[in-house]
């Protein structure tokens, strides 16, 4: 039986599709979904998540506690989300006032197909603590610094990438409201991509448990070829793991 992978395009897949599904089911089991491929992210999720928005150090028994949920419930329900690539990492949030730096916020205005470019010039800039790419051919930045002269050079090399057609600047005197970007309300889907092609799960996908750890394919097609790397670069790192 061979079964089709919809959304291969990689060089590296170019074959994938004459690739036989791997027979042993036992390697994984099939996700929780609704629609489309869109995973529910429900009501303990979202708790569990605000709670980690709110105070990214607080302990599992804390928010067990706050959730009304087991310490072991919230431990799996973080686990899974941070497999799956919902829960992105976890920082600390400084006052940017207190450290008396400047913020500017910039609009780069580029020809639609020169974006990309633009967005690879610039995002590598320690100045530049955000990047948007907006609907309209514009990119807007973020920037922090503390030296004027880092700002001025930053300008400087701007007008000298020729794929941008118009800069505007304004300086952020005060910041009213700053909130994580993701919000969590009941509408919250979680639309997985996945981990060997990269693409949206247009249905169910295929959850692969590898070692204690849950990842996310589309199909047995890429759920086989991401196992076999796994396997290899499990191997190839293994004379430097220490136990
Ligand atoms: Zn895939």
């Known amino acids: 039986m061979l079964l089709l992978c919809a959304c291969q395009t990689a060089a590296e897949r170019s074959d994938a599709h004459n690739v036989p599904v791997p027979v042993n089911r036992k390697d994984y089991d099939l996700g929780r979904t609704t629609v489309n491929g ?10 569990i998540l605000s709670e980690l928005q709110t105070d990214g150090r607080a302990s599992f028994r804390e928010i067990s506690s706050r959730v009304k949920v087991s310490t072991p419930t919230v431990s799996s329900r973080v686990q899974a989300m941070t497999d799956n690539g919902l829960i992105r990492g976890y920082s600390v949030v400084l006052d940017a006032d207190l450290l008396g730096q400047v913020s500017v916020a910039i609009l780069i205005e580029a020809k639609p197909s020169e974006i990309d470019a633009v967005v690879d010039r610039i995002k590598g800039e320690d100045i530049v603590r955000q990047v948007h790419v907006l609907s309209d051919s514009r990119i807007l930045c973020i920037l922090s610094f503390y030296d004027q002269k880092k700002y001025q050079t930053f300008i400087q090399s701007l007008s000298r990438i020729s794929e941008i057609a118009k800069i505007d600047n304004s300086m952020i005197l005060k910041t009213e409201k700053e909130m994580p970007r993701a919000s969590l309300t009941t509408e919250s889907g979680l639309h997985l991509k996945c981990y060997y092609c990269g693409h949206q799960m247009r249905d169910e996908g295929v959850k692969l448990k590898l070692d204690g750890k849950t990842h996310y394919v589309c ?19 293994s004379p430097f793991v220490t136990v």
Do not use: I
């Open 219 to 237: 199909c047995g097609v890429c759920a086989k070829l991401y196992k076999e790397k796994y396997d290899r670069l499990k191997e190839a790192a």
């Open 38 to 47: 869109v995973k529910s992210v429900d009501e303990t999720d979202r708790k």
